[in-house]
């Protein structure tokens, strides 16, 4: 069992950066690859982001790339999404997931997520 924890939503302007951290515990988090996911006001849950377990291989939504950078430090049992030029449709719930399939962009490959942090961007 994973337990996770994201940090570091909150209220923005259009524009600006935000960096969510998800912490985990009660497993090492090296043993699972890592996704972020959003879920925005009437809408179905999407993918945003996935890394493999080392982090050397990155996976983004065409709706993020070249935005969002996702990484993960192991020692610290911990992945980051770096969001910059944040975006009015960027505004949702964001959760991140672990899963033994690295890369996977499907929530289902995901045995386990967070509570969420909302990302509010402002116009």
């Known amino acids: 069992q994973v337990q996770l924890v994201e940090s570091g939503g909150g209220l923005v302007q259009a524009g600006g950066s935000l960096r969510l951290s998800c912490a985990a515990s009660g497993r090492t988090l090296s043993m699972y690859g890592m996704g972020w996911f959003r879920q925005g006001p009437g809408k179905e849950r999407e993918f945003v982001a996935a890394?493999?377990?080392?982090?050397?291989?990155?996976f983004y939504a065409d709706s993020v790339k070249g935005r969002f950078t996702i990484s993960r430090d192991n020692a610290k049992n911990t992945v980051y999404l770096q969001m910059n030029s944040l975006k009015p449709e960027d505004t949702a719930v964001y959760y991140c997931?672990?899963?033994?399939?690295?890369?996977?962009?499907?929530?289902?490959?995901?045995?386990?997520w967070g509570q969420g942090t909302q990302v509010t961007v402002s116009s």
């Open positions: 997931a672990a899963g033994q399939v690295a890369g996977s962009r499907r929530s289902f490959d995901y045995g386990y």
């Open positions: 890394i493999n377990r080392s982090g050397g291989s990155t």
